[in-house]
């Protein structure tokens, strides 16, 4: 049986949901106000004018909006959660881009295109983190299918930090056709496979990149396997046969860095 990247060993759901059109968190909040981001209003905790919470007011200042003091315990109910940081953001729902947009992206940097493409990533966290990297990483967006795996929602926004609204995501009806398009445009597609033979290490990143992460229990579908360019492993020499999809999905975007550094 193929073992693949990404797969999910010891992550538990966490108790607090994030309600939907929030943000919460400092650096979420911050990120959000500094991205062009529809901000409606923003509580902070009655009080709390240190740290990062002194630059949110001064750049909501900056952007007219709306701040409101609030007691944690309102907070509390507004974001659905108890670990908000003393911060909360009511925003508008985040627009999606196209995949054309994205290599249009890459094009006007002069640059060849890097895309991260998530075959059915259900874990909010996961797919948080791998916009976080990616953002961080350079890639010219992230793709998501529409109906198999999670979107944007409020617990994606706020596991990516803030990254969220620096990186362009788009939403395909089927991810299959997606990526027979980016074939024709020049784009090579990998597949994370623990099970293939050649290592990341042993493979060319320098051309146009679609890096494909298969989900968290069962990783790439067939279909996504068989339409990639490549399948791609990460040696691993411990007793654990898999990685988080999201440190899978970093340890790769990384190598794709470290080879164009050095072209």
Known sequence: ?????????????????????????????LEAIKSAASIEKIYVARGE???????ILALAREKNIVVQEADR?????????????GV?????????????DML??????GEAPFLILCDEIADPHNLGAILRTAEVAGAHGVIVPKHRGVGITPAVTKASAGAVFHVAVAKVTNLVRTM????????????TDAAAQATIYETDFTGGVGLVIGSEGAGMS???????????????FGQVNSLNASVAAGVVMYEVVRQRCLK
């Open 1 to 29: 049986m193929k073992r693949e990247l990404g797969r999910r060993t010891d992550e538990a759901p966490e108790a607090e949901t994030l309600r939907e059109g929030v943000v919460a968190g400092r650096n979420a909040v």
């Open 49 to 55: 004018k240190q740290g990062s919470i002194v630059r």
């Open 73 to 85: 315990v309102k907070l509390d109910h507004i974001s659905g959660i108890t670990t908000h940081q």
């Open 88 to 100: 909360v953001a009511y925003l508008g729902q985040k627009d999606y881009c196209t995949v054309d």
């Open 104 to 109: 249009e992206a890459a094009r006007s940097r």
């Open 180 to 191: 027979e398009e980016l074939k024709q445009k020049g784009v090579w597609l990998y597949g």
């Open 222 to 236: 067939r279909l996504v396997r068989e339409t990639c360019d490549f399948l791609v492993s990460i040696p691993m």
